[in-house]
């Protein structure tokens, strides 16, 4: 029998690092400005040589200028001396649009990109209203930067930040009921390469960490961020996440467990980070209880969030448990069809 809901008014976003790299001039190995040289271009060969090619090889300027004798020319004028053109960003042939934003029409999707220290360039979406524009962005993004340039492997996150109508007041049940589930939810969605992020999140041991930048669970002054997610390399996987936490996030119960459960989860959840997933068997039966658990308090969420989106996240959710990120060769993207309502 399944429990109505009712969503409040919500903002979902995602901070999506990639391992794209800003040229400059100091990482480029040949100024290719030198290839069509403003200078060159604008070059009137009878002014520079006063005729002599001409008259050397008895042919007009354009026939010289196809045969590609310019050098000659340079013998006489030396343009490149007190060049402006070379090494100048300015005059760079290769384009900083691509580097900031993948194409025009996602523009108004994203707000002001920049590189991250930990990988490269950093593209915060803006809030999205709806999951449904949400998950088009993502996958969009993803196949038009390119997944090899997400890797978690080259430490690319895909922080979630998630607001919601008065979520400010409900702070303190937020991370109770978050920081419970957060050895689950690294299990579930991590890969075999996630350790290689594993020192932006770390576990919030109590309400007051949460103001810390690098927890796992950050309050900002517009958002709660959850900082464990891998970049959305496949942008299913990246929903699906999204649409779970954003479900515990509005829950209005506060989940009841005991000191001795949240240092297990603890345990866990550092490991997991870490991608020590190999782990004994009644841990295996703890997270699949935990798991039963998680889900009776996000199905009608879920359920909620898969008419607007035509998927069936709880049957997705499901597979996803059963089939851990760590532990597949293939991506939700590539199956999605399998959960279209």
């Not at 523009?107 to 809030?127: I, V």
């Not at 866990?268 to 658990?293: G, H, Q």
Request: proline share 4%; charged share 25%.
């Amino acid at each position: 029998m399944w429990r109505s809901v009712k969503v409040l008014g919500y903002k979902v976003g995602t901070e999506i690092e990639t391992s794209i790299k800003v040229r400059d001039c100091s990482d480029c190995d040949y100024c290719s400005v030198c290839d069509s040289c403003p200078t060159c271009q604008e070059c009137n060969l009878c002014e520079v040589c006063n005729g002599r090619l001409r008259e050397r090889y008895d042919m007009s300027c354009e026939e010289i200028q196809d045969r590609g004798w310019c050098t000659d020319v340079c013998e006489f004028c030396n343009p490149c001396d007190g060049c402006l053109y070379v090494r100048n960003p300015d005059y760079c042939p290769y384009t900083d649009d691509y580097y900031y934003l993948p194409a025009e029409f996602l523009e108004k999707y994203f707000m002001e990109t920049y590189e991250d220290g930990s990988c490269g360039m950093e593209y915060p979406t803006k809030p999205f209203s709806s999951l449904t524009d949400y998950y088009y962005v993502l996958t969009e993004f993803a196949e038009l930067i390119g997944r090899e340039y997400m890797s978690p492997y080259d430490r690319c996150g895909g922080h979630v930040n998630i607001s919601f109508t008065n979520w400010e007041h409900y702070k303190s049940r937020i991370y109770n009921n978050t920081v419970y589930f957060l050895d689950l939810l690294t299990f579930m969605f991590l890969s075999r390469d996630s350790y290689r992020r594993s020192g932006y999140h770390f576990f919030p041991d109590g309400f007051s960490d949460c103001t810390e930048k690098y927890s796992a669970i950050h309050f900002k002054n517009y958002a709660v961020e959850y900082r464990f997610p891998d970049s959305p390399y496949d942008a299913t996987n990246h929903l699906l996440v999204t649409a779970v936490l954003l479900g515990l996030s509005m829950l209005k119960t506060k989940i009841r467990y005991s000191p001795k459960e949240k240092i297990r989860t603890k345990g866990l959840y550092l490991k997991f980070k870490d991608s020590e997933f190999d782990i004994k068997s009644k841990d295996k039966v703890y997270l699949a209880r935990k798991f039963k658990k998680m889900h009776h308090y996000v199905k009608p969420y879920l359920k909620a969030f898969s008419q607007e989106l035509s998927l069936d996240l709880n049957g997705m959710l499901k597979f996803r448990f059963q089939n851990p990120v760590h532990d597949s060769d293939f991506l939700l993207d590539d199956i999605v069809n399998k959960f279209n309502l």
